[in-house]
């Protein structure tokens, strides 16, 4: 599975949008740009995922580059509960999918 | 809908002592199953994965063990804990019924060893 880099820290003021930044330039074609959260003390919770195109759902935007060699989340609204640890992880759904998390980009929701 | 347990949510052990904690899901068949450590402040790695009953595959040399003795049921273990086993311990599930669908984590178990 392909690795990522994302920036290790990221400051939003609340209410504004979040946008947070994904490399993953060795991507294969049949993998998936899967992004999760992680409060402290809790466990992940997924977020959105997406193969090429831009993907939406109710808790945020995923926007793949053309070449798919980087990503970008987006939390339209930003709010103090969005605080937390943002992986992006690449992989695909072969018999033993194995997902790689780094140690992802802590977001800092600010009043 | 699909609910995965895990337990206990925290536990202290002396070094030297047996682990066991379990992890089970409800409301899907034949999920794939993990196991992943996070040590403070670092990112998740994957220690166990099982694709079906019996079946486990190791990612990394360590002093645990996990197995599968049902479907929906993935134990982690250990004989003799050492002080490096401390950390947060998660389990999770994914299906195999869709393809590239997302994984589901349970609420984790802090194990501390003294």
């Known amino acids: 599975d392909a690795k990522t880099t994302q920036p290790t820290s990221m400051d939003c003021a609340e209410g504004r949008a979040a946008n947070l930044p994904c490399n993953h330039s060795t991507i294969s074609g049949n993998e998936y740009v899967y992004w999760y959260r992680q409060i402290h003390s809790q466990g992940p919770q997924y977020i959105i995922h997406?193969?090429?195109n831009n993907e939406t759902n109710e808790m945020a935007s995923l926007i793949i580059t053309e070449d798919r060699k980087s990503s970008t989340l987006i939390l339209p609204h930003a709010t103090l509960r969005d605080t937390a640890v943002y992986y992006c992880?690449?992989?695909?759904?072969?018999?033993?999918?194995?997902?790689?998390f780094g140690a992802g980009t802590r977001l800092f929701v600010k009043a | 809908s699909q609910t995965i347990h895990q337990w206990p949510a925290t536990l202290v052990q002396p070094v030297g002592s047996p682990l066991s904690l379990e992890c089970t899901v409800e409301g899907t068949s034949n999920p794939n199953l993990y196991w992943y450590r996070q040590a403070a402040g670092r990112g998740l790695q994957l220690l166990f994965y099982s694709v079906g009953i019996g079946q486990i595959s190791s990612e990394v040399p360590q002093n645990l063990s996990a197995s599968r003795p049902q479907d929906r049921q993935f134990i982690l273990s250990s004989k003799k804990l050492l002080l490096s086993d401390s950390g947060f311990y998660l389990c999770?599930?994914?299906?195999?019924?869709?393809?590239?669908?997302?994984?589901?984590f349970g609420q984790g178990t802090r194990l501390t060893v003294v």
């Open positions: 999770a599930w994914k299906g195999v019924d869709r393809p590239n669908t997302e994984a589901f």
């Open positions: 997406g193969l090429k």
């Open positions: 992880i690449v992989g695909r759904n072969t018999g033993g999918f194995k997902t790689i």
